[in-house]
């Protein structure tokens, strides 16, 4: 963390105040989602594209936001500065708040939203990749929206780490790619750059929504196949940006700086 | 709750000291498990099979459980007394304790345990069960362990509870039956009882492994055929026990409280 602030409902709080109530659907069950947001030195980059995702997916999973976006990204603002003109990491968590126990959702739910900056040290190497075993649930909440159910992809990168990657590369139920275990992945493939499906399970990554809105990046079905035989490819968070990657299970990929370059212009 | 007390990593505190980390990684990342279980008024139902499934789990996913399980044990009993004879349910939750921002898993987390206990009150009703569209993600750590990462499971329920059933029968990946949002589900087929394999989809369920042990349930691969041509049905989990089923998607069927009472008698 950055400063002695986290911001909590709608005000800023001394970290040591701040309280998580023990039946917070969020702590018992994963049950809210996330964004992690890159605080640039001066803005929350691409706030509005998060704020957007946030409250679509909100919506979705039926959580009631009780503090409007535009007071959640004030809030961002307001920590922000705690990272004096630096780039930092910005993590908003929002949860169904408590409730009582069991699975079903309580219609007087009261959301609860907390929001931290830490230290942010972008990798300053290009990925290895590894295909993890664990497939990611194709169609299903987990993989549809941001959530706070990310056992399998905190699994999926321990596998990757232990194959000798730094990240994983994570076929979705279907078969075909879905995504890394935090990352969207980009493959150029017979001259055209293309990112796996939602339906495949594709996190709707923002800088992957961005590349595609640009036209440079085309959405696909991308077969292990199609994995093995591309020519570049690029790993892109919020955080990150774009990254290129240097190995695809052991076998090393020449990813120019121009095509990166090209991909990062279109932000 | 019931009375004022937590249990948190050793000792009852009061239900309002309790603090956890907007850091911790069961909060931020749904890293953890837990294990629901039956205060029977003077015990802890199962309480050997819950901590030997807790201590599993926990290894497989490299949580290194500080707090033993037998002091685990006596700590759910101590809270047990809050309950005052009375059955109650107990919810253990047990996460990777805090950590940096990020997936990668931190050398040196230190485990967070924390027990609740809350009124029960069994259904009086059998149970009336809807397929639902959601997947549970055969062979993925979310499917073979009780971890918090949940959220497919609460959607799951919310869409049973929209067709009008009081709980979702959820197909694996591998298109067979896999369990209920919070309850395993034996069938009856052909005059055998029948319970989905783990490989399916299963979680491994303390009832359900006490019924194949005892040889009455047979473990098999449930397509959704067997399931429209099935006879009898059981719910189980740790908290109900035994349940009927009177309603397979809206099929009305004849469960015999004779055949629920052998199951029974088995545990």
Not at 179 to 184: D, H, P, R
Request: hydrophobic fraction near 45%.
């Amino acid at each position: 963390m950055i400063g002695d602030h986290i911001w909590i409902n709608g005000g800023l709080v001394r970290a040591e105040q701040a309280q998580i109530s023990p039946s917070d659907r969020g702590f018992t069950l994963g049950d809210g989602l996330f964004e992690t947001m890159l605080w640039t030195g001066d803005k929350v980059r691409f706030v509005d594209d998060h704020m957007a995702r946030l409250a679509c997916s909100a919506d979705a999973l039926g959580i009631a936001l009780l503090v409007p976006v535009d007071a959640i990204a004030a809030g961002l603002a307001e920590l922000g500065r705690d990272a004096e003109r630096k780039p930092a990491a910005l993590r908003l968590t929002l949860t169904r708040g408590s409730g009582p126990r069991g699975l079903a959702i309580s219609e007087n739910a009261s959301a609860f939203v907390l929001a931290t900056i830490a230290p942010h040290t972008p990798p300053t190497q290009p990925a290895n990749l590894a295909i993890v075993a664990i497939k990611r649930n194709s169609g299903a909440p987990s993989a549809l929206y941001k959530t706070l159910s990310y056992i399998d992809n905190i699994i999926a990168l321990k596998q990757a780490r232990a194959l000798g990657a730094d990240e994983a590369i994570v076929l979705g139920t279907t078969g075909n790619v879905a995504c890394a275990s935090s990352a969207n992945i980009i493959i150029e493939y017979e001259g055209r750059a293309l990112t796996p499906a939602i339906e495949d399970g594709a996190l709707p990554g923002i800088v992957r929504g961005r590349l595609i809105k640009s036209g440079l990046v085309e959405v696909a079905n991308i077969s292990p196949a199609m994995l093995a035989n591309c020519t570049q490819g690029a790993l892109t968070n919020a955080l990150v940006g774009v990254r290129g990657i240097a190995a695809l299970d052991k076998r090393p990929i020449q990813t120019l700086e121009a095509w990166l370059t090209q991909l990062r212009s279109a932000l």
